[in-house]
């Protein structure tokens, strides 16, 4: 079912202790503190995990489906993602590592490397046809994808209507299994091992589709403990070369760099971590990176690898799926033919269009928008301009907006209630000194003067 309000990156408030790190590292300032415990705004919230990876509490964690799910289908597929051939030792053959998750209970395993290579192919078309607003930006990210939804809406245009390799790597094994064994879509169940957060609300609520292909996904996290177990009891005699099927190309898609290593064509850019993202993002919209055919952009430092539901570190990941991939075929393991020709008959187009959120908005009347933002200036002078969180806003800007929407107040800023709480004691100590004559001693007259004598 789908929920299109639906959000991987929950809190738990019993481990929040409202100290404001997550609030100024949130993307999209979706996260305040009140009442002393964090409170995530769902209309900003993008489900990049950053708030995961920097509370210190660990109050903020991901929702991903029980493994009982799996008893729901007759037939069983599992799709991982590139980015877990990283997290184990070199040596370690990903023939074993996909007989590892057969052994957890699927039917069968088809590799989102081996779709990542269709959409190579189906975006190198793309780019190459005239007209299409440069620098195209890679959809491959829900977490980007979502981020421009949110602050950069003028550039929704830019990103490449080209489905992301999870949904068709699910579209691919769906048709090959209905073909082959006769079950019916419904009787399908299709899973994701999923590095992050935001790849999970993409299932549950795609953006440029009104269904995802997939049922479920499990964190990498989630299952590595089960999945190293069922590796270590395969047997060589266990493995015939048949489920790892994916080139080097497709592979090196689960680090940042691999998608343009696998397009190989013209002038790209390729950005990792979501704050890099934001500056890149910030020239493509001031128009200074029009000679720039195509941007790589992916939300986790370090790429897929990086994900905030991984294992390993990233940057040990990140070397072992280099090498992994230096060590495979170097040319794509699909054929060029057939995706162009799917290509030509929409296969591997996003079937809706992508809205903005115009969450920024201060009011839908223009004319009352305005009067918002003169408010909003007015109010950021009076603000000490700190941006210290103590308010339980990311910065001065943020709490004068969260003022004029109504949600917070000047006194939430401690520094203007110091200064209040300040001028408040010295009216009082003034107003102690303006006694009615019939409670005072009479060594002070009407206007608080000391008599003399």
């Not at 738990?12 to 995530?40: F, L, Q, S």
């Not at 299994?177 to 299932?203: L, Q, R, W």
């Not at 990086?306 to 990941?317: D, P, R, S, T």
């Not at 209630?417 to 408040?424: A, H, I, N, S």
Request: glycine share 8%; with cysteine; proline share 4%.
């Amino acid at each position: 079912m789908i929920e299109r309000n639906y959000h991987s990156v929950v809190l738990d408030r019993e481990k929040c202790k409202g100290c404001t790190n997550c609030i100024k590292n949130c993307p999209t300032e979706a996260i305040r503190v009140r009442d002393g415990k964090a409170k995530i705004l769902e209309d900003r919230c993008i489900d990049c995990g950053e708030c995961i990876r920097i509370c210190p509490q660990h109050a903020k964690l991901a929702k991903t489906d029980e493994l009982s799910i799996l008893n729901n289908f007759r037939y069983r597929v599992v799709i991982p993602a590139p980015s877990l051939y990283g997290q184990f030792k070199e040596y370690m053959n990903p023939e074993k590592i996909l007989m590892g998750l057969k052994k957890m209970g699927f039917d069968e395993v088809y590799e989102v490397a081996l779709a990542a290579e269709n959409v190579s192919i189906a975006v190198r078309r793309y780019l190459s046809e005239k007209n299409n607003p440069k620098p195209g930006i890679s959809s491959a990210c829900p977490a980007v994808v979502r981020l421009i939804q949110v602050r950069f809406p003028d550039l929704i245009k830019n990103i490449v209507p080209i489905k992301a390799p999870i949904e068709i790597a699910a579209k691919k094994a769906r048709e090959k299994i209905k073909k082959e064994k006769g079950f019916k879509d419904d009787e399908i169940g299709v899973f994701f091992i999923t590095p992050c957060p935001a790849k999970v609300t993409s299932i549950k609520s795609p953006v440029g589709a009104k269904t995802s292909f997939i049922n479920g996904a499990f964190s990498v996290s989630q299952i590595y403990g089960d999945l190293l177990k069922n590796i270590k009891s395969v047997k060589e005699s266990d493995l015939d070369g048949t489920l790892q099927k994916a080139s080097g190309l497709g592979v090196g898609w689960g680090r940042s760099g691999g998608e343009n290593k696998a397009l190989a064509m013209g002038n790209t850019l390729s950005v990792d971590g979501i704050h890099n993202v934001i500056e890149v993002l910030e020239e493509v919209e001031m128009g200074r990176l029009k000679d720039i055919d195509f941007i790589e952009a992916q939300a986790c430092i370090g790429g897929c690898v990086g994900g905030a539901l991984m294992v390993e570190k990233q940057v040990i990941a990140r070397t072992r799926l280099r090498k992994l991939s230096e060590t495979l075929a170097q040319n794509f393991a699909v054929d060029e033919y057939v995706v162009l020709k799917e290509y030509d008959n929409n296969y591997y187009f996003m079937t809706e269009k992508i809205e903005p959120k115009h969450v920024m908005k201060l009011d839908e009347d223009i004319a009352k928008a305005i009067e918002k933002m003169e408010l909003l200036e007015k109010t950021l002078e009076r603000l000490p301009g700190l941006d210290c969180g103590s308010c339980g806003s990311p910065n001065c800007r943020a709490l004068a907006e969260d003022i004029v929407r109504g949600i917070a107040s000047e006194n939430d800023c401690v520094f203007v209630l110091r200064e209040k709480v300040k001028e408040l004691a010295e009216e009082m100590l003034e107003l102690s000194k303006r006694l009615p004559p019939a409670m005072g001693d009479g060594d002070f007259n009407r206007k608080g003067e000391k008599n003399e004598t």
